[in-house]
T-cell receptor
Framework: DVKVTQSSRYLVKRTGEKVFLECVQD?????MFWYRQDPGLGLRLIYF???????EKGDIPEGYSVSREKKERFSLILESASTNQTSMYLC?????????????FGEGSWLTVV | AQTVTQSQPEMSVQEAETVTLSCTYD???????LFWYKQPPSRQMILVIR??????QNATENRFSVNFQKAAKSFSLKISDSQLGDAAMYFC????????????FGKGITLSVRP
């Protein structure tokens, strides 16, 4: 089974802090994604990476950055956390769509910014 | 850009009955993938079923089946013999076939199952 692991399930951070959310997948997937989930808004794409050191902005990249130095790891960075970034963050991974189109998700990271 | 619309925020079904969840999408592409994901209270997203647009046959997975109408850009999910464990949020999603394609989600529908 594919496993996508988000190391921090619940975090509480202060406004202005730098926050790292880590995600690791164990299936040699090229594509990795970070989504944000808010009530009534569904899942919105923040950033995705289609290979090591490659990244592309999603629909709501403002206030976020990402890092992908190794194929299995994709990090989401909040440079200066704000209260409107309180949310649940979901990491996901997949092969290239031409090889396998299903996207697999981690269990989510609940972030509260106070 | 592709969009996915789930117009019903909530639905309810009696246990053992059948329910259909609606989804429409907008795209100019001819080949793509469509998915239904289930998100129970644990928040783990679980793939329920997927459909490849070039396949005319509707996908089926046990009690779950889809009605894929490509011309109408409609992709509904039918759950037969509903069980209490089916209660969850359900998301419809679209993915194009390009190498760098992302998954675009609808806003989801909350399904409750009455015992």
């Amino acid at each position: 089974d594919v496993k996508v692991t988000q190391s921090s399930r619940y975090l509480v951070k202060r406004t202005g802090e730098k926050v790292f959310l880590e995600c690791v997948q164990d299936m040699d997937h090229e594509n990795m994604f970070w989504y944000r989930q808010d009530p009534g808004l569904g899942l919105r794409l923040i950033y995705f990476s289609y290979d090591v050191k490659m990244k592309e902005k999603g629909d709501i990249p403002e206030g976020y950055s990402v890092s992908r130095e190794k194929k299995e790891r994709f990090s989401l960075i909040l440079e200066s956390a704000s209260t409107n970034q309180t949310s649940m963050y979901l990491c996901a991974s997949s092969l290239y769509p031409t090889s396998g189109n299903t996207i697999y998700f981690g269990e989510g990271s609940w972030l509260t910014v106070v | 850009a592709q969009t996915v619309t789930q117009s019903q925020p909530e639905m309810s079904v009696q246990e053992a009955e059948t329910v259909t969840l609606s989804c429409t999408y907008d795209t100019s592409e001819s080949d793509y993938y469509l998915f239904w994901y289930k998100q129970p209270p644990s928040r783990q997203m679980i793939l329920v079923i997927r459909q490849e647009a070039y396949k005319q046959q509707n996908a089926t997975e046990n009690r779950f089946s889809v009605n894929f109408q490509k011309a109408a850009k409609s992709f509904s999910l039918k759950i037969s013999d509903s069980q209490l464990g089916d209660a969850a949020m359900y998301f419809c999603a679209y993915r194009s076939t390009g190498a760098n394609s992302k998954l675009t989600f609808g806003k989801g529908i909350t399904l409750s199952v009455r015992p």
